[in-house]
Nanobody, 125 residues
């Protein structure tokens, strides 16, 4: 049974930074692409970033490109999301995601097999 546990959310002023972490267990993390999604109040859960199992290929939604960086440490079964130059519109619950099958990049909710519990990120203006 896959388990994903996020940490690192919080309250930050606009322009600030946060780093989210997601530690995985229950599956072969080192050969599985991973992703981050976010859900703002009253909105659908949306893709933020994803990373190939080898850590070389990364994918971002346009709204965060150049500000957020996804990375992973396969030795620690952990994926990170470094968020810089945060904006109030980045306020959301952020979810770590593993795909339904390891050949998928988790870039859409339909590709996700396991979700973390979510961590709140609030950016004040």
């Amino acid at each position: 049974q896959a388990q994903l546990v996020e940490s690192g959310g919080g309250l930050v002023e606009a322009g600030g930074s946060l780093r989210l972490s997601c530690t995985a267990s229950g599956f072969t993390f080192g050969t599985t692409p991973m992703g981050w999604f976010r859900q703002a109040p009253g909105q659908e859960r949306k893709f933020v970033a994803a990373i190939h199992w080898n850590g070389v290929s990364t994918y971002y939604t346009g709204a965060v490109k150049g500000r957020f960086t996804i990375s992973r440490d396969n030795a620690k079964n952990t994926v990170y999301l470094q968020m810089n130059s945060l904006k109030p519109e980045d306020t959301a619950v952020y979810f770590c995601a593993a795909p339904r099958v390891s050949t998928l990049i988790p870039s859409d909710p339909s590709t996700v097999g396991s979700w973390g519990q979510g961590t709140q990120v609030t950016v004040s203006s």
